[in-house]
């Protein structure tokens, strides 16, 4: 009796495991106005809830306005923590709008925890999935040539760069810039504010292997 409980449990363990790699990565997809910018006025804006480790995450997508044919996949990781350096309808309408305009469909990602999503950030913790994951996003999305994909990253977002590119991310080409690849350094040389940042969602420098992790250097 014992062993048909043990198949029975590795049955629905298995069927569970199934069900979860087939489900779509994409929750649900709105359609937003942008900001009138330069840039803004031949792009559209869709921003996007999405699976990441069992959780709802935010992201967004700009991409060329009313054009019929399959565009690259430039990934942008954001800078900042928490709701400070999170995407407004500004960045959006300008940087973000200024790719798509060079002919990029642009995904991006608020991290867990932020904008709605569910989950706590981690600075480059668990959270760098919720970058890895925008590559499976993107092949649920129409007009999007997933076989030319790039990555970018601005301070934060460049160590979440380092991080992508360290994990494996299916890009052709990354670009960090002003990226931390030695978390000590950055908690040394930084303002308070940095430092209180660090403590609440890494830990002290003492948590060495947290930091040597987040840690290009390393």
């Known amino acids: 009796m014992r062993k048909y409980i043990v198949f029975l449990e590795l049955f629905i363990f298995l069927a569970a495991c199934r069900s ?39 992201g967004y997508m700009v991409k060329p306005k ?13 800078g900042g923590n928490q709701d400070y350096g999170m995407m407004t309808e500004e960045f959006l309408s300008t940087y973000l709008s200024f790719w798509a305009n060079k002919g990029y469909v642009v995904l991006t990602t608020q991290y867990r925890g932020v904008d709605g999503g569910e989950g706590k950030e981690e600075y480059g913790g668990a959270d760098i ?25 601005q301070s934060r977002g460049g160590m979440m760069t380092y991080l ?8 052709q080409a990354a670009a960090s ?42």
């Not at 790699?21 to 559209?44: G, H, M, N, R, V």
């Not at 992508?164 to 890009?171: L, Y």
């Open 20 to 58: 979860e790699a087939t489900e779509p990565f994409i929750l649900d997809q709105d359609e937003f106005e942008l900001p009138e910018s330069k840039y803004s006025k031949t792009t559209e804006l869709h921003k996007l809830r999405y699976r990441s480790d069992g959780l709802k995450v935010t």
């Open 66 to 78: 009313d054009r019929n044919e399959d565009f690259p996949l430039l990934i942008y990781a954001r």
């Open 129 to 153: 999935q919720d970058v890895m994951n925008l590559t499976q996003v993107a092949k649920e999305l129409d007009g999007i040539n997933t076989d030319r994909a790039f990555l970018l990253g």
């Open 164 to 171: 992508a590119m360290k994990e494996g991310i299916d890009v």
């Open 177 to 218: 810039i002003n990226g931390s690849s030695d978390l000590f350094a950055t908690y040394e040389e930084r303002e308070q504010g940095m430092k209180k940042m660090l403590n609440e969602l890494v830990g002290p420098p003492s948590e060495e292997q947290a930091y040597e992790d987040r840690s290009a250097t390393y």
